[in-house]
């Protein structure tokens, strides 16, 4: 079925994407509530700007995060993927372009999902974990695929900057108030909304010596889900 064909079907559209998200019951929206733990995910690169700062960051402090990265980019910047893998954070697919799966059918869809793999495999030597699709929108075709790839779909439970742009200090804050134990953080090391590779590399120091502050460890996904 082709994307023209399933937009000219508004119910069958509707329940291909909106109904999909009854499925996403089965996905990761946050680990174990049992330990304070936190895991920070950074999605949208390898950015050339901001990963190599993150990863500076990361490594200065200690801190094993994990990361979706854009199949498209890893292939750009392999040598930054390569950094991420080596560095033992754990990897995710974040889809081959970042196409919005609400505008992909479903032969497009496994497409998005298995060249994204692909593409992180090859850039990195290690298969990817797990996935995260992007904006969060999930369509039917979608989950057969991941089960085939034994990757589970990972959300965030809090997002300290969204669609729109959000001040260093306030993510930080945000974190903060909104950190639980279990919680996963949803950080974006590449531009989506403009200039929030940067505003992440301002607010990410202070973010984690917050979170350490209130008693909380930060581990990679592996170890809080
Ligand atoms: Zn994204």
Not at 13 to 38: E, F, M, N, P, Q
Not at 187 to 210: I, K, N, T, Y
Request: proline share 6%; with cysteine; net charge positive.
């Amino acid at each position: 079925m082709t994307t023209a064909a399933l937009l000219a079907a508004p119910a069958l559209w509707a329940t291909y994407t909106w109904g999909s998200h009854a499925l996403t019951l089965g996905c990761y929206w946050r680990g174990a509530r049992a330990d304070r733990k936190i895991a920070l995910t950074f999605d949208d690169g390898p950015d050339p700007e901001a990963t190599p700062r993150v990863l500076d960051i990361l490594a200065a402090h200690r801190v094993t995060a994990s990361f979706f990265l854009v199949g498209e980019r890893a292939t750009r910047h392999p040598g930054l993927a390569r950094r991420i893998a080596e560095a033992g954070h754990d990897l995710g697919n974040h889809s081959w372009s970042h196409r919005s799966l609400w505008l992909a059918g479903p032969l497009r869809t496994v497409d998005e999902v298995r060249r994204g793999h692909a593409a992180i495999a090859q850039a990195t030597g290690a298969e990817p974990r797990f996935f995260r699709p992007p904006w969060g929108l999930t369509n039917l075709a979608l989950f057969p695929v991941l089960r085939r790839l034994g990757t589970p779909c990972v959300f965030g439970t809090v997002q300290t900057e969204g669609q729109r742009a959000a001040s260093a200090a306030l993510q930080v804050e945000r974190a903060r108030r909104w950190a639980r134990p279990g919680a996963i953080l949803d950080l974006h090391d590449a531009d989506g909304v403009q200039g929030a590779g940067a505003r992440l590399v301002e607010a990410l120091p202070a973010m984690m010596e917050s979170l350490r502050s209130e008693g909380y460890a930060l581990a990679p996904l592996r170890d809080v889900l």
